[in-house]
T-cell receptor
């Protein structure tokens, strides 16, 4: 298996632009998670899906952030409009079972820089 | 608010030394404690601990959980330069992982 796939790996954009991050989870995994990692706040859960349905988006910082999972093999995280404080590494992770019972497999991350 | 605290923040050791990393947690409905190793890219899974007092081992790494005192430790013996990384612990409750800030370990030759 190729593992969790994320694209792009690096994104540099200007403030106010729309940014879309993409994720392909491991086949057969029912749970998909989006995380953000910064030096100041560490690794934070933004949102997670179970069987393509968003379950908890309480970690999404603002209405500028949205996430979708149209099918079992694809998810997007969108930021519109982007701001410099959104600069971070965004990780997607997937797991077969719940987080408390099963390890999560992380993708390589997307390093986002908003100028 | 759920909280996970790791210590020390960072440490520098020489090859062959033993390191002990600490992780304390205060998480509602806690079920398990996970350790991850993060080098330059994505965190990679090391251990999941659900029972108190039972040590898990993988090569030179070992970990144990104390659910009464709400902490876990990760030990690395006979360290090698390849052990240099950030080590993250995470407390799991339901489908949420709350991560600590990590301990950065640098192993010098």
């Amino acid at each position: 298996d190729a593992g969790v796939i994320q694209s792009p790996r690096h994104e540099v954009t200007e403030m106010g632009q729309e940014v879309t991050l993409r994720c392909k989870p491991i086949s057969g995994h029912d749970y998909l998670f989006w995380y953000r990692q910064t030096m100041m706040r560490g690794l934070e859960l933004l949102i997670y899906f179970n069987n393509n349905v968003p379950i908890d988006d309480s970690g999404m910082p603002e209405d500028r952030f949205s996430a979708k999972m149209p099918n079992a093999s694809f998810s997007t995280l969108k930021i519109q409009p982007s701001e410099p404080r959104d600069s971070a590494v965004y990780f997607c992770a997937s797991s077969f079972k719940t987080a408390q019972d099963n390890e999560q497999f992380f993708g390589p991350g997307t390093r986002l820089t908003v100028l | 608010e759920d909280k996970v605290v790791q210590s020390p923040l960072s440490l520098v050791v020489h090859e062959g030394d033993t390191v002990t990393l600490n992780c304390s947690y205060e998480v509602t409905n806690f079920r398990s404690l996970l350790w991850y190793k993060q080098e330059k890219k994505a965190p990679t899974f090391l251990f999941m601990l659900t029972s108190s007092g039972i040590e898990k081992k993988s090569g030179r790494l070992s970990s144990i959980l104390d659910k009464k005192e709400l902490f876990s430790i990760l030990n690395i013996t006979a360290t090698q330069t390849g052990d240099s990384a950030v080590y993250l612990c995470a407390a799991a409750a339901g489908n949420k992982l709350t991560f600590g800030g990590g301990t950065r370990v640098l192993v010098k030759p």
